[in-house]
């Protein structure tokens, strides 16, 4: 019930395209839903997050949809750049939890010129 | 001006020998902690400390034992190293209120030989 799962493993978009990762989870409890981004030799930084009174939201070419009902949330990186290739942890914690995150297994995505 | 900073950033030991790592935040933040980053980038949380207490602390081997000598730091003891403890070890903080960002250091790639 702890795990969120995260897919795909790794991901090849050309410059200008769309990425879009997802992930999934089983605790009916998590009520926050962050998304970090890691390049190489970095520690984990976080990128956006949502709630789950919402079903989405933007910040610049980063979306994150929230989907309540089937416990699945998305990333979507509109007009990836050759600069967004890192890799993508989602991840998930309860209010009140000591801000324990579980994260995703993550998302080693390549932006091709 | 490194919000979180952890030393030494490599560490590579014999099996069996002890070894630490520092953690240090100049962020203000109350709670701090390690995680682990295995080969295939899984990241998993070992302990958290709020103002120098324990809060979270995971099915960790004993072996590990963290150290907060203040809110601003939090350091890592390893005794008996084992093939296994081979990972990267990062540091994070954040304000234990509701879910806030937790910033993370660069992290300490540990190398048993």
């Known amino acids: 019930q702890q795990q969120v799962k995260q897919s795909p493993q790794s991901l090849i978009v050309q410059k200008g395209g769309i990425s879009i990762i997802n992930c999934a989870y089983e605790?009916?409890?998590?009520?926050?839903f962050p998304w970090y981004q890691q390049f190489p030799g970095k520690g984990p930084a976080l990128l956006i997050a949502?709630?789950?009174?919402?079903s989405e939201k933007k910040e610049g070419r980063f979306t994150i949809s929230f989907n309540k009902s089937a416990k699945q949330f998305s990333l979507h990186i509109m007009d990836s750049q050759p600069g967004d290739s890192a890799t993508y942890f989602c991840?998930?914690?309860?209010?009140?939890?000591?801000?324990?995150?579980?994260f995703g297994a993550g998302t080693r995505l390549a932006v091709h010129p | 001006d490194t919000a979180v900073s952890q030393t030494p950033k490599y560490l590579v030991t014999q099996m069996g020998n002890d070894k630490s790592i520092k953690c240090e935040q100049n962020?203000?933040?109350?709670?701090m902690y390690w995680y682990k980053q295995d080969s295939k980038k899984f990241l998993k949380i070992m302990f958290s400390?709020?103002?120098?207490?324990?809060?979270i602390n995971e099915t960790v081997p004993n072996r590990f034992s963290p150290k907060s000598p203040d809110k601003a730091h939090l350091n890592l003891h390893i005794n008996s190293l084992e093939l296994g403890d081979s990972a990267v070890y990062f540091c994070?903080?954040?304000?234990?209120?509701?879910?806030?960002?937790?910033?993370f250091g660069d992290g300490t790639r540990l190398s048993i030989l």
């Open positions: 994070a903080s954040s304000q234990n209120q509701g879910n806030q960002p937790q910033h």
């Open positions: 605790n009916t409890a998590f009520d926050y």
């Open positions: 949502i709630r789950p009174d919402v």
């Open positions: 991840a998930a914690s309860v209010s009140g939890g000591y801000n324990k995150l579980i």
């Open positions: 962020l203000g933040h109350d709670t």
């Open positions: 400390y709020n103002n120098k207490e324990l809060i």
